[in-house]
């Protein structure tokens, strides 16, 4: 990780932060794989994105991360919690429900950083591993998750754009 900056929990005060990361983040994300911009920036869905973080960080059964630099910018955030499927045994898995890097951060270790917190936070739980989803036209997060050791597991669901998000598991404990 980089010296200039740290992982620590989500506060209510961050959710904004977070929100505007995330509208980033995957504004690039979904543009890079062949979304229109006009699906993109719906106000709606935006303010959807805020009341999920919110409940993420007040949530007991969640833990919502923040990545920031040492001058206090929140550049990735992280939200985890039990899975969402229910033929994933939730006494033996959490889900990597978000990791998002503002884009003027990527390949800066943050979301190494985020995923280590991740993985550090199953195993200290006492749990077997992970599961999470990601969009399959998203190549950079397909790729960054294939790094660290991520693999499909067969499950699928409709997504944007006719492209669906594809579930991957990693074996932690």
Request: proline fraction near 5%; aromatic fraction near 6%; charge should be neutral.
């Amino acid at each position: 990780m980089n010296d200039n900056m740290r992982v620590r929990e989500a506060s209510p005060e961050d959710a904004e932060a977070m929100t505007d990361l995330h509208t980033r983040a995957r504004s690039a994300y979904y543009a890079a794989g062949g979304l229109a911009a006009a699906e993109l920036a719906d106000p709606a869905a935006r303010e959807l994105r805020r009341h999920g973080w919110a409940r993420a960080i007040a949530s007991p059964v969640m833990t919502a991360l923040c990545a920031e630099t040492s001058e206090g910018r929140v550049v990735g955030a992280l939200a985890m919690g039990p899975p969402k499927d229910a033929d994933v045994d939730a006494s033996l898995h959490r889900q990597l429900c978000q990791l998002h890097v503002d884009p003027d951060a990527w390949g800066r270790g943050v979301g190494s950083a985020l995923h280590g917190a991740f993985a550090e936070g199953v195993v200290a739980g006492g749990f077997a591993g992970g599961v999470l989803e990601v969009w399959e036209a998203n190549a950079r997060a397909g790729g960054f998750y294939r790094r660290h050791g991520w693999r499909a597991d067969g499950a699928r669901r409709p997504g944007p754009g006719g492209v669906d998000y594809v579930r991957l598991r990693r074996d932690l404990g």
